[in-house]
């Protein structure tokens, strides 16, 4: 990148004037005047400019500064003097093609474009917040925590009636100032409570997590009551049995005793609740997501936010960008005339004669500028670089296709050695080259649009390399046959033709179009920005598992279409709509110029291409199919991108994906997952990942709520009925570590299908439990049920074992409840086998070879189980079980196996009483934290709306106050005006999550936490002499000076926080 210098720029204020219009700065235009100037392009702005100020040198004198020049734009400007100066504006808009930039036709140039040729100088308009870019991150609402923080150290510093301070702070040689009006008490809070709200985005919860913490806060308070009434009714039947029954008083020796008894009914009452609250469900979220992502790292998926992952499995539309996602943003030959052939792809060198091979790469090599070329890629697995014109780039593309190289033949003709050039422009639309032949003749070599250069061309090569003559009649016959179709798909055809003069016959070169005339076609090519190779297959599975693509791109409504048909987004025969931006804009806001979610309603769905769309567009599009509560489920939106211009719909997104290698990093640092190989099918990747932390958190659900359902059961009934749970405390907590963390660890760790792409993305108000897995849940837990209790009531009767109900405080471990207990962690184990199928598939063992952590899990499991039992003794209230026993308890686990294939030839239909469960958490059910958050985000919406007149009158009214408080506090202006705060990152920018893109009031960036920390005592304290008085300025009425003795400011210089002297200052 060139480095930018700015020149001096000096202000020449008058007091008085800055008095009345603080908001002017020194300056002969308002911020809010340039930043609307900023926003036009070509003809518009030209037009803008003349009305206003006349030419583009009015406007310099305006503003009174030099301009700047460089490579890499760091600031927005307006072109006052250029060179053949062409812009690469895709980073920004998204237009692929370089943008020819001239004072008197388009001079509007932005920060963050590429110089990609010639020079120019340039005046600067806005930069940093008020900048292009600037207002970008804007849009991203980056820096919102930051805010957050330094409100709260406003807070504690608030008094009753506290001053505002002010501080100068001289930035490289400008100063900077700003005033605030005075906050009293209750104003302050006000106003510190309203710039909360703004800045801080407002964080929702993933569409997972919502339901999970909803279905978590039903099953605890489910388990709540069930614990209290196990306590309740255990305390009630033995005070009454003891008591009143048994006749018995209370006897001060005996209270140890009947303490112990009332220990361990609490105790069981505990163990009900312990077993009943799935604690084990944040763990299996955690680990499936942790899992997942480091297993998509592999997939070439980045994930930055955790909950990215599992959103990504219920996208139910992608919005992607064009170029540089769906294409490789590098213009490229795909077809091709040659010979009398049209070829399709790039041709083999063996199917060319050498004449026409030899031809095609001296006319490429050396009619195109010399700086551009081929380089190497920089990363591995990148594309080569493209080094200046897209258009010589992709026909030296084209050279290197047909294993041919281009840099010998520039070495053996040099660019001194050019006879004549003939350069480009648009008049002519076409370029020619004449170099001298060894035999003292000349060649000349054009290239240029197909439709200007064949009209010039009387002769053309055939399959042999041998001229034939080319009338018009042939002419007409290759646009219908070979032009046209190609146009049609999208390409741009260029004509590349030579011709030869004899040294006796040195035409006059001055007369261009003699000399570029009866020329040779030698070839024509098609070029395009080609789609990349595995997009169609990646939207085509997108398409079958429900997930809608749209195509949103700055490039020309034309292009996008063909781009998009080649895509597989938009079908022949369906019913689709493709919009540029002014049509989408007109189509979605009423009359005065306000978006309506009715509109965008009908426009969204059909909705599969928009074109010629502004950041804003893209924004408005993400943002209002995420709001839309039309159809049957809302929508779940992820937008992929990676340029500047992509990033605040990546922010607004659920999930925004960035590209890895051809990526901005305002791209990155907006998105949620950054694909590393920028490459479409990593999305679908993405998409199985998503899902399949779903169906892993789902499987996980459904064995813990069987095990739960199970345990409560019988410990709540055993109680109940026989004064004691079957399952003892230590047997529940290790069926809960069986259950939670291992069952976590096995389940959440299954890899995923490309099954999981056949079917619809569940949504947002889709149930977390499905009635097939509360089929599978209810029914499993009636076969533990019954197994369980026959074993409690009749079990020692058919192992001829004694009974162990009813048993003494402290009576050793008995067979009969260890039998219980087996057979419970053994149905569980085969149990947890029939959990790997959540949608009704009958074959559970379908890829469990693929798990070696299940397998490990379970086996693992059943190896302590053995060791518990046989040896675990009192402390786990086992007693050693025969051969016998532990086969009639692994025979009763297998039946699990067989009652899953019972209850899967259930259909699911039939049982219409059972019950969904864990619903995302309805409209209706918001608690008044987030409603309150509703409203705000919904106040926002409106401000973006009127935001024009709401920021005028927020404007005037700011601009009053702060003349009335210079009036007031002149005489000590230190004390009475607060100190202005200074950011030194464009990542730091105030911000909201909402529509700030024309908000004109910006402050003066504010101090990062580091500063103001350190100036607080310097502030309180009487500010120290400065050598250059810049800190006394206003007190002591000295004039600044910036360079030589001219003053830059007066003695109550200020820039109020609408002035343009922002734009400039930053930049200094």
Known sequence: MGDVANSSIEFHPKPQQQREAPHAGGFGCTLAELRSLMELRGAEALQKVQETYGDVGGLCRRLKTSPTEGDLLPADGVLIQGNDLKIDESSLTGESDHVRKSADKDPMLLSGTHVMEGSGRMVVTAVGVNSQTGIIFTLLGAGGEEEEKKDKKGKQQDGAMESSQTKAKKQDGAVAMEMQPLKSAEGGEMEERERKKANVPKKEKSVLQGKLTKLAVQIGKAGLVMSAITVIILVLYFVIETFVVDGRAWLAECTPVYVQYFVKFFIIGVTVLVVAVPEGLPLAVTISLAYSVKKMMRDNNLVRHLDACETMGNATAICSDKTGTLTTNRMTVVQSYLGDTHYKEVPAPSALTPKILDLLVHAISINSAYTTKILPPEKEGALPRQVGNKTECALL????????????????????????????????????????MPDSGFRLFSKGASEILLKKCTNILNSNGELRSFRPRDRDDMVKKIIEPMACDGLRTICIAYRDFSAAQEPDWDNENEVVGDLTCIAVVGIEDPVRPEVPEAIRKCQRAGITVRMVTGDNINTARAIAAKCGIIQPGEDFLCLEGKEFNRRIRN???????????????????????????????????IDSSTGEQRQVVAVTGDGTNDGPALKKADVGFAMGIAGTDVAKEASDIILTDDNFTSIVKAVMWGRNVYDSISKF??????????????????????QDSPLKAVQMLWVNLIMDTFASLALATEPPTESLLLRKPYGRDKPLISRTMMKNILGHAVYQLTIIFTLLFVGELFFDIDSGRNAPLHSPPSEHYTIIFNT???????????????????????????????????????????????????????SPLSTEQWLWCLFVGVGELVWGQVIATIPTSQLKCLKEAGHGPGKDEMTDEELAEGEEEIDHAERELRRGQILWFRGL???QTQIRVVKAFRSSLYEGLEKPESKTSIHNFMATPEFLINDYTHNIPLIDDTDVDENEERLRAPPPPSPNQNNNAIDSGVYLTTRGTKSATSSV????????????????
């Open 957 to 959: 009214n700011r601009i």
């Open 701 to 722: 659900l459904q064995f813990q709520l069987t095990v739960n359902v199970v345990a409560v059961i019988v410990a709540f009934t055993g109680a109940c009925i026989t």
């Open 591 to 625: 009359e005065k110029g306000e978006i309506e979610q009715e509109r965008l309603d009908k426009v969204w769905p059909k909705l599969r291409v928009l074109a010629r769309s502004s950041p804003t567009d893209k924004h408005t599009l993400v943002k209002g199919i």
């Open 397 to 436: 593309g084209f050279v290197l296709d047909l294993k041919q190289d281009f840099q010998p033949v520039r070495e053996q003709i040099p660019e001194d050695k050019l006879y004549k050039v003939y350069t480009f422009n648009s008049v002519r639309k076409s370029m020619s080259t004449v170099i001298r």
């Open 824 to 878: 419970f962690v053994m149905m569980q184990l085969f149990n947890e086998i029939n959990a790997r199928k959540i949608h009704g598939e009958r074959n559970v063992f379908h890829g469990i070879f693929g798990n070696p952590i299940f397998c490990t899990i379970v086996l693992g499991t059943f190896a302590i189980q053995i060791v518990i039992v046989q040896f675990g003794g009192k402390p786990f209230s086992c």
């Open 1053 to 1068: 210089f200020s820039s109020g926080p609408a002035s343009p002297l922002h734009s400039v200052e930053t930049s200094l």
